[in-house]
């Protein structure tokens, strides 16, 4: 290793990994190592390894390293061969799109790396149970990379039980190395690498140093439609042309869109291609085509891609990276923004914002410049260094129900106690009792997915058969679900359902506005009728839960002055546009605003609460839809409004399950059409729904604050 070291230039270690050397070597103990992206993470984690392995061979499987993408393994597989080279340390990836004369290769020759994604260690349970305690005899090391990914996540938690399984299987602890670049709350970070045990885990933290950032924000106004997203793509192609970057826009989408305007744009020009979308949808080969490109840095690469890009697959020298809209979190920018800047070099980071120019019927969020002052908002946040705590609370039913038919299928049946120990008691499901489970196992019974034999032992039902036949089966998440929009008998289109749809609730398709009158979940079908101008669209996603913070800071510049040095003159105009605007209104002391017959409630809280606040006055039978920070509640006025705000107070509304039960429509997990409705319902209000920010959000509402 040292050897290796000195070949590649190294003049010494970083801090990170010579900190990480000591308790990885000694092999007892659990441990974080958390750095920016390329600050060496990799390395801090398998130099120690890889010479612990060289000193005691293993003879077999020695290093399991998990990864969240199959890019990023594939680009860690190539960093650790040119590792290990020579060192009689083999490394295998093993993942849907390896050939399967390699699986087989490997499992008759255990290589001492082995490279696998969740989904593939589940189905190495699934399919090869009785080969796992041989299989994995010999393993010291587990490394799980880019653990922010997983936490919070239906991934996450099926990690968490897969790793479980395994040391029962293999009957011993086996320390645990979580690589990240973004994590939040380190406790919430400890908790979630061991379960039940987080002060036994060590954290490493890199030396974030000084790191210069060059960082602009600029507004475009859009006069007609498409005409924001044109001026947009023409920007990008002047700065960005002749070097190497990324964009990130917020849509598979937004994505194609602005490709093609820049491809077009090259062609009117008659200059080489050197702009490229990456996303999901693309075939593999097209995929991994476009990241070699960018990895060899022969010629100038700018790639437009959504959250594909965003994690630390080694994608060479980046100039600078984009991102279009609001981005999902801070957390997310802030992983983005750790692509560019290496060895040394500035970070250099630019957001675009496209607001609708102002007209008679222009919607309050937009007069308020909502999109733009929440991008600064991000901005500001990311700089003082803050980013989103993984969320709490969640149950995963849905990843439960995989779980317990993969350790039917991994020990041909289990008996009720056996699983409940496994997963729960022991396992990373200890929030649920005995009584839920057992509520649980007769709903999968109900389903046909499991069956009892007289002895009382667990087996696959019929349904559980299917299930476990198709290799869907091994993932824990699914994409969203797409519904079927039908008016009067006629399909208007499919629609992604992204928040909770009750009677009355709002939606834009096609350029019409419509409003729901019925779900029918077994059918993925939701009925509409025309809707009128007031109701606001619903589904148009953000890209995930906006967080407390975000939309509180975002509320603080609103009564500020200052404006940031690097908002451009649109941006800042725009700016002190929605500044004007609340100050107009008077928001400041008012969180309700009358606009065209309905009350718009502007609580400056999360999606959690506002989801919870839409619900609750749904229950009293009001019509009410969400569009960024904006409640609307249709055809009630300031007065009635506030009315109906004190009686939810008075009533209490303790009971979140009872909340979650009166919505036809409540979009999960993957397998919670096996679920009960009660446990359907308490799974979604543990999800969506937080009754003690939304008591305090009201209360300080009406107090003024």
Known sequence: MQRWCWEEGWRGLRPIQERAIEPILAGDRDLILAAATAAGKTEAAFLPIASALIEEPVGGVGVLYVSPLKALINDQCRRLEEMSRGMGIGVQRWHGDVPGGAKRAFLEDPREVLLITPESLEALFVLRGTRLAKLFGALRYVVIDEMHAFIGEERGRQLQSLLHRLEVVIERRLPRIGLSATLGDMTLAQAYLRPGEPEAVEVIEGDVGEHELKLGVRGVIEEREGLGEQEVARHLF???RGTSNLVFASSRRAVESYAARLRDLCVERGLPQEFFAHHGSLARELREGIEVQLRSGSRPRTVVCTSTLEMGIDIGEIESVVQIGPPPSVAALRQRLGRSGRRGRA??????TIERAISGVTPLQDRLREELVQVVA??????????EPPAQGRLYLSTLVQQILSVIAERSGSDAAGLYRLLCAEGPWREIDEATFARLLRSMGAADLITQDAGGLLLTGLAGERLLEDYHFFAAFQTGREYRIVAGGQELGLVPIETAVGMGSGLILGGRRWRVVGVDVARGEVQVEPGSASDPPLFLGRGGFVH???????RRLYEETGVPAYLNATARALLEEGRAEYARLGLAGRAVVEEGGDALLLLWSGDRVLNTVATLLGTRGLSVSTDGMVLRVQGVDEEALWSHLGDLEAEGFEDPVQLALQLPLREGGKYDEYLSEELSAQDYA???????????ALRRTREGG
């Open 238 to 240: 002047g700065i960005l």
């Open 347 to 352: 970070s250099i980071l630019r957001l675009y």
């Open 378 to 387: 991000v901005c500001e946040l990311l700089l003082e260094g803050w980013c």
């Open 548 to 554: 407390d913070q975000v939309r509180a800071r975002m």
């Open 686 to 696: 543990a999800r969506t729904f937080d009754l003690p920010s939304t008591h305090h």
